[in-house]
Antibody
Framework: EVQLVESGGGLVQPGRSMKLSCAAS????????MAWVRQAPKKGLEWVAS????????YYGDSVKGRFTISRDNAKSTLYLQMNSLRSEDTATYYC??????????WGQGTLVTVSS | DIQMTQSPASLSASLGETVTIECRAS??????LAWYQQKPGKSPQLLIYNANSLHTGVPSRFSGSGSGTQYSLKINSLQSEDVASYFC????????FGAGTKLELK
């Protein structure tokens, strides 16, 4: 069974940094593209970033480009999202997702990030 | 950027009824479309991919159709467990979600 468990969320001040993790199990992690998707409170879904199998290719949504960095450790079956220069509009539940057969075929339970002073 | 316009924003239907949700893309997305269901307090779950392929474990009362810029999700014989929000998403050119449809029981 595919399992994705996010961690690392919480309250952070504007301008500060935070790193999210997603522990994967139930599949061969290195065989799949992975992604982060976020959802602001009571709002819709927004793609944040994606990463290729070995991490050599990364892709970002316009709203986070230059501030967020997606990475992975295949030996630990773990996906990461380093978030710098955080803004109030980054407040959201962050989900990690596995690709195939659709870009976001399997989702974790999410971790809430609140950016506030 | 490809924009996704989803309708209606909310929908009220009776048990056993057939429900249809529409999604329109701002340009041709060549069937690069998925539908997700999100129940309150839960993460989204994939229902349909490639516009009309049913994801593993999804009940057959869900179906997807469409082509070009127009797509739809149909739920036959509505069940109480189908109360949720539904989102479309294009993946022809990066990824864009529709604003969602909140489905309630009448």
């Amino acid at each position: 069974e595919v399992q994705l468990v996010e961690s690392g969320g919480g309250l952070v001040q504007p301008g500060r940094s935070m790193k999210l993790s997603c522990a994967a199990s139930g599949f061969t992690f290195s065989d799949y593209y992975m992604a982060w998707v976020r959802q602001a409170p009571k709002k819709g879904l927004e793609w944040v970033a994606s990463i290729s199998y070995e991490g050599s290719s990364t892709y970002y949504g316009d709203s986070v480009k230059g501030r967020f960095t997606i990475s992975r450790d295949n030996a630990k079956s773990t996906l990461y999202l380093q978030m710098n220069s955080l803004r109030s509009e980054d407040t959201a539940t962050y989900y990690c997702a596995r690709r195939y057969p659709a870009p976001f075929a399997y989702w974790g339970q999410g971790t809430l990030v609140t950016v506030s002073s | 950027d490809i924009q996704m316009t989803q309708s209606p924003a909310s929908l009220s239907a009776s048990l056993g009824e057939t429900v249809t949700i529409e999604c329109r893309a701002s340009e041709d997305i060549y069937n690069g479309l998925a539908w997700y269901q999100q129940k309150p307090g839960k993460s989204p779950q994939l229902l349909i991919y490639n516009a009309n392929s049913l994801h593993t474990g999804v009940p057959s009362r869900f179906s997807g159709s469409g082509s070009g810029t127009q797509y739809s999700l149909k739920i036959n014989s509505l069940q109480s467990e189908d109360v949720a929000s539904y989102f479309c998403q294009q993946y022809y050119n990066y990824y864009t979600f529709g604003a969602g449809t909140k489905l309630e029981l009448k």
